[in-house]
């Protein structure tokens, strides 16, 4: 059974970064691809960011340019460093991973984003 684990959310002013990290209890390498989702409550879960195991990464339109999505095999982490924060970035932010054909997801770490 794979484990992830978020952290890093917090509260943040607009403008504002904040960087996530994923903590895998597996070798993260292990892992066909490794992605970033968000959640407003109410509202579908949005895709955020995703890097495969070839390093190859991948945005949402709402993100691009401002988020970056990284994975360090060392430390079994994959990241997200966000920047310019907006509040409408706020929401809970949920890792996966995918070791097909399963997917594991984390429980989640809240992001605010506010004045």
């Known amino acids: 059974q794979v484990q992830l684990v978020e952290s890093g959310g917090g509260l943040v002013q607009p403008g504002g970064s904040l960087r996530l990290s994923c903590t895998a209890s597996v070798e993260v390498s292990s892992m066909n691809t490794m992605s970033w989702y968000r959640q407003v409550p109410g509202k579908k879960r949005e895709w955020v960011a995703t890097?495969?195991?070839?390093?190859?990464?991948a945005y949402g339109d709402a993100v691009k340019g401002r988020f970056t999505i990284s994975r360090d095999n060392v430390q079994r982490t994959c990241n997200l460093q966000m920047n310019s924060l907006k509040p409408e970035d706020t929401a809970i932010y949920y890792c996966?991973?995918?070791?097909?054909?399963?997917?594991?997801w984390g429980q989640g770490t809240q992001v605010t984003v506010s004045s």
């Open positions: 996966r991973a995918q070791i097909d054909p399963l997917t594991y």
């Open positions: 890097i495969t195991a070839g390093s190859s990464r």
